[in-house]
């Protein structure tokens, strides 16, 4: 492992997941400093955070360089995304991260720590069904210590207004095809050139044995979520920013 982080150029790898995310969310960067205001507004600058399903480590990235103060612990069940998080923050003290499946009933005692100030997670939970999700809200409200905050932006579209969601689909779509057409990489183009990595390789045959090309999950309303946190435990629970097919909804305990 240390001879291939070695060889290995984590800082593209990161670089080029988050060209290749901003290619689906033009506004991932504005959701990051809306999630990161509210953290500091809520916990201060010095919280414990609770990466959750982290990928290659994007929130605790801009958390670190936004709150030095900051400590993270990533989780995540994906090997191939993991190992570019763990080659990325290598010899970091303020990040740890822990190999977990969130449908496991017994993934939190595999943290580091029993509660957190603040669980921030980003377009990631929609590869969970809705009553999956429903148990898991209820794991996080034992997770988040009181007067702590949970944040999560995704895929939340209003069922209310399909004809508006249909025209807001049709010109991201265009707009994506644009940026394709002068040389974006898209999700499967991304996972071809990781699989093609000799350090990358193995794990990306085995993310791909656990999830296959994509996982089929749900994407209920901003309100759903913010209904279901409530009902986990949540004190307060909102929208506290929005796009017109993306919302973040935060959960305050």
Not at 32 to 42: G, I, K, T
């Amino acid at each position: 492992m240390t001879e291939a982080v070695a060889r290995t150029d984590w800082q593209a790898w990161q670089d080029s997941w988050d060209r290749q995310q901003e290619w689906y969310l033009p506004d991932r960067e504005e959701r990051f400093r809306v999630m990161l205001d509210m953290v500091e507004a809520v916990t201060g600058p010095e919280p414990r955070v609770l990466d959750l399903a982290c990928g290659t480590g994007s929130i605790t990235d801009r958390l670190l360089k936004r709150l030095p103060g900051a400590l993270s612990t990533g989780v995540d069940l994906d090997p191939a995304l993991l190992a570019i998080a763990e080659g990325y923050f290598a010899g970091e003290r303020r990040v740890e991260f822990v190999r977990a499946d969130l449908k496991d009933p017994a993934w939190p005692a595999k943290l580091p720590y029993e509660s957190y100030d603040a669980v921030l997670t980003a377009t990631a939970l929609h590869w969970l069904h809705s009553d999956e999700l429903s148990v898991l809200y209820g794991q996080l409200a034992g997770l988040v210590r009181k007067g702590g905050v949970f944040l999560n932006a995704d895929h939340m579209p209003d069922p209310a207004t399909p004809r508006l969601n249909a025209a807001d689909r049709a010109q991201r779509h265009a707009r994506m095809d644009a940026a394709k057409a002068a040389g974006a990489v898209d999700w499967k183009e991304w996972w071809a050139l990781a699989a093609a990595d000799p350090v990358l390789a193995g794990p990306t045959a085995e993310r791909f044995e656990i999830y296959g090309e994509h996982a089929e999950g749900e994407t209920p309303s901003a309100a759903w979520h913010a209904q279901t946190l409530r009902d986990a435990g949540f004190a307060e629970a909102r929208t506290v920013w929005a796009s017109p097919s993306d919302a973040m909804v935060l959960g305050l305990k």
